[in-house]
């Protein structure tokens, strides 16, 4: 049997492995000032410059059976919009219906998102609380080729 595997069969007597916060800090050094700089609890002005040319990001929701992640895409400026400094509205458009992220925050309203540009090595992590809304006049600003979303998810930014 690999080491890997070995580990992962074993692991619930492995004297190595980590299970106190405690422990964890002892493996690593203090985040730089830098790191701590870009936690935000809204969206500056950079980071909405940023936003507008990400035609990419990952939507993570919590799930009964653990967290849900969601790729989601289209081109910049379709695939979501910045609303003001705490708000994002994702289009839900209508694709394989399953509807678990609206599921999910239905019953969990916290979510994380990752933006991705691609080619660039840099990505921009949002935590924020979502809503669902089937606002007419939101869902027809959110129109494209012709077709209004479904839903939009409101997502307020916390951190």
Not at 43 to 52: A, C, G, K, V, Y
Request: charge should be negative; charged fraction near 20%; aromatic fraction near 4%.
């Amino acid at each position: 049997m690999d080491t890997l595997r070995s580990h992962a069969v074993s692991s619930l007597s492995d004297p190595h492995l980590i299970q106190t916060l405690e422990q964890l800090a002892t493996h690593y050094p203090q985040p730089r000032s830098g790191s701590r700089s870009k936690v935000h609890s809204y969206l500056t002005e950079q980071m909405q410059l940023w936003l507008s040319h990400s035609p990419f990001f990952v939507l993570a929701s919590m799930a009964d059976g653990g967290v849900d992640c969601s790729p989601r895409g289209d081109l910049s400026g379709d695939a979501f919009r910045v609303v003001d400094r705490h708000t994002i509205a994702i289009p839900d458009r209508r694709g394989n219906n399953r509807i678990d992220t609206l599921r999910n925050i239905l019953s969990d309203s916290r979510v994380g998102l990752v933006f991705l540009i691609p080619g660039i090595e840099q990505a921009i992590r949002i935590k924020g609380d979502a809503r669902i809304s089937v606002d007419p006049l939101l869902l027809q600003t959110m129109t494209l080729a012709e077709l209004e979303p479904a839903t939009v998810i409101l997502v307020n930014v916390t951190a």
